[in-house]
C-alpha cells in the first residue's frame, strides 16, 4: 500500500474554484477522487488513470471539474470550477497499485487518504 496526503480542501464561495491535490508515497496505477457529504453514502466523483489518457468523471461534476496527474511529483490534481452548494462535502482520495477496470467503483482501490473537507457557501 502506499500513503496518500490531500490537501487543499477550504471554505469558498458558490461559483468559485478550489483545486485538490492528492499526492502519494510511491507509484500508483489509477487515482480517484471520491466524497461524501453529510447524512450521505461516500460518491466517486473523478479519477485517473497513470497515463493520463483515460478519465472518468460522475455527471454531478462534468464541464465543472477537471482531474490531472503529474507522474513526476506522484500527484493527482482535482480542479473544482463553478462550485455550489452541493459539492460541499468531505473528498478522499484514493488508489490502485494495479490496473483496474471501472475507475468508478471504489472496491477497486486499495488505498485512501484521510480527507478534505471542501465547504461552499451559498
Known amino acids: 500500500q502506499v500513503q496518500l496526503v490531500e490537501s487543499g480542501g477550504g471554505l469558498v464561495q458558490a461559483g468559485g474554484s478550489l483545486r485538490l491535490s492528492c499526492t502519494a508515497s510511491?507509484?500508483?496505477?489509477?487515482t480517484g477522487w471520491f466524497r461524501q457529504a453529510p447524512g450521505k453514502g461516500r460518491e466517486f466523483v473523478a479519477a485517473?488513470?497513470?497515463?493520463?489518457?483515460?478519465?472518468a468523471y460522475a455527471d454531478s461534476v462534468k464541464g465543472r471539474f477537471t482531474i490531472s496527474r503529474d507522474n513526476a511529483k506522484n500527484t493527482v490534481y482535482l480542479q473544482m470550477s463553478s462550485l455550489k452548494a452541493d459539492d460541499t462535502a468531505v473528498y478522499y482520495c484514493?488508489?490502485?497499485?494495479?490496473?483496474?477496470?471501472?475507475?468508478?467503483?471504489?472496491?477497486?482501490?486499495?488505498?485512501w487518504g484521510q480527507g478534505t473537507q471542501v465547504t461552499v457557501s451559498s
Open positions: 484514493a488508489a490502485a497499485l494495479w490496473a483496474i477496470g471501472a475507475l468508478h467503483n471504489e472496491g477497486n482501490y486499495g488505498s
Open positions: 485517473i488513470r497513470w497515463s493520463g489518457s483515460s478519465t
Open positions: 510511491g507509484r500508483v496505477y489509477s
